[in-house]
């Protein structure tokens, strides 16, 4: 587990093996919460990982996250490009909006 120090809107960069990069920045600070500003590519699912959990257990797939070390983060972005609508109709289904609603 990497564990970085950033200030308010310092950027961290995840590069995909596509070449494609996720951005992630804190743009608020309070005593137990930061905001988190996340910009990524279209086909990169972005879940809290309780949303993801329930989306993973209606699927039949394994829910297991965790940021201890030595548990890796599990299904943190899609395998198989084929599987993304599917997902994105998921998370619009569990979040109880369709897909593009505020």
Do not use: C, W
Not at 10 to 34: S, W, Y
Not at 53 to 62: F, K
Not at 83 to 101: H, I
């Amino acid at each position: 587990m990497l564990i970085l120090t950033r200030e308010r809107h310092e950027i961290l960069i995840l590069t995909l093996p596509n070449g494609d990069q996720i951005g992630i920045a804190p743009v608020e600070f309070r005593p137990e919460k930061v905001k988190l500003a996340i910009q990524a590519p279209d086909y990169v699912s972005v879940n809290r990982a309780e949303v993801q959990s329930i989306i993973d257990r209606e699927s039949g797939a394994p829910a297991e996250y965790s940021m201890e070390p030595g548990k890796p983060l599990k299904r943190l972005l899609p395998v198989v490009a084929g599987d993304l609508e599917q997902q994105r109709q998921k998370r619009a289904a569990v979040l109880g909006r369709k897909e593009g609603e505020a």
